[in-house]
Nanobody
Framework: QVQLEESGGGLVQAGGSLSLSCTASGRTLTKGAMGWFRQAPGKEREFVAALRWMSITGYVIDYGDFAKDRFTISRDSAKNGVYLRMNSLKPEDTAVYYC???????????????WGQGTQVTVSS
C-alpha cells in the first residue's frame, strides 16, 4: 500500500506563489506516476499536473490547460515525491489540492491508484 502526504498549502494573495509537496511512503514509485488534482467547492475534481515514467522517453509531464503557463511540477526522487510550484495565483485557484499516484506509470487522467488527504489552497483577491 502507498500512502501520500501533502504539505505546503495555505493562504496567499492573488498574484502570489505557493509550493506544494507530496511524499509517498510504503513503496517506491520510481516507475509510476505522481501528480496533482484539485477540487473547488461545488465543482468536480480536476486534473492539475502529473509526472509519469515511460520506458523510452523517461519522465513525461502533463498539465491541465489552466496550469500550463503558471504551474510547474517536478520530481523529488530523494523523497519519493513531487512538488508543485504555483505562480501568479488567482482566486479561482482556491481549492483542495490532492496528490495522486499509481504504480504502473499510466496517465493519472485515466488511472489513479492512491490519493492523499488533500491540502487547502486559498487565494484571496
Amino acid at each position: 500500500q502507498v500512502q501520500l502526504e501533502e504539505s505546503g498549502g495555505g493562504l496567499v494573495q492573488a498574484g502570489g506563489s505557493l509550493s506544494l509537496s507530496c511524499t509517498a511512503s510504503g513503496r517506491t514509485l520510481t516507475k509510476g506516476a505522481m501528480g496533482w488534482f484539485r477540487q473547488a467547492p461545488g465543482k468536480e475534481r480536476e486534473f492539475v499536473a502529473a509526472l509519469r515514467w515511460m520506458s523510452i522517453t523517461g519522465y513525461v509531464i502533463d498539465y491541465g490547460d489552466f496550469a500550463k503557463d503558471r504551474f510547474t511540477i517536478s520530481r523529488d526522487s530523494a523523497k519519493n515525491g513531487v512538488y508543485l510550484r504555483m505562480n501568479s495565483l488567482k482566486p479561482e485557484d482556491t481549492a483542495v489540492y490532492y496528490c495522486a499516484a499509481n504504480e504502473d506509470g499510466s496517465s493519472l487522467r485515466v488511472r489513479i491508484g492512491f490519493w492523499g488527504q488533500g491540502t487547502q489552497v486559498t487565494v484571496s483577491s
